[in-house]
């Protein structure tokens, strides 16, 4: 029996770990998101992480019999991902995390700041309720095709009124984009959902 690998792949193939690469070469299939599975070898088996999570459980059970599963998680592997599934249906035993550099890391990077005393956030799935319970705190807001930045902003500028705030878009990528500004500059820009949004 196999080993499952929960592989932060975080922005890319320039920020994987030699960890991460290690644990990619010794997998035999491979789980993940339609983008993070690029990183995959070509001719193996392998499963989008979609809402039908009991069919990736079972493909990851089936695919263990022969070797070692890696699931690719973008950003982090052990913020917001599917670790804790993982962990409560195979056990600590046979699993093994291996950390790379998330997004928020290479967001905080970007914007040549530290982020400590930050409150990360997904909006991946969930609703803007999540904004109205933060309070008052300094964010970091992982976004989705649904709560874009744009949308995010909105809302905040009806509850927190115009703050500084910065959004770092498709990071890693060759159409990467980093904006500093307003919430109100922001609302009226448009953005992906492939967005970390920082506000002050």
């Known amino acids: ?30 789980a993940g998101g339609r983008e993070a599975l690029r990183l995959a070898p070509g001719g193996m088996p392998r499963r989008v992480i979609d809402r039908d999570l009991e069919g990736v459980m079972r493909f990851i059970e089936e695919h263990l019999k022969q070797g070692n599963v890696a699931v690719l998680a973008s950003g982090d592997a ?52 999540v904004l109205d319970k933060a309070g008052d705190e300094e964010l970091a807001l992982l976004c989705d095709a649904v709560n874009t930045p744009q949308r995010v902003a909105e809302h905040l500028l009806r509850l927190r009124g115009n703050r500084r705030c910065a959004v770092c878009e498709n990071l890693g990528r060759e159409d990467e984009r980093v904006f500093e500004g307003t919430l109100a500059e922001v ?14």
């Open 78 to 129: 052990t913020l917001y991902s599917i670790l804790e599934v993982i962990r409560k249906r195979f056990g600590e035993e046979r699993l093994e995390v291996v950390p790379g550099v998330s997004y928020v890391q290479l967001c905080f990077a970007r914007l040549r700041r530290c982020w400590n005393g930050v409150r990360v956030l997904s909006l991946h799935g969930r609703g803007m309720e």
């Open 1 to 30: 029996m196999g080993k499952v690998f929960v592989v932060g792949v975080g922005a890319g193939r320039e920020y994987l770990t030699p960890a991460a690469r290690h644990a990619i070469a010794s997998a035999s299939a491979f």
């Open 187 to 200: 609302a009226k820009m448009s953005f992906g959902g492939r967005s970390v949004m920082v506000v002050f």
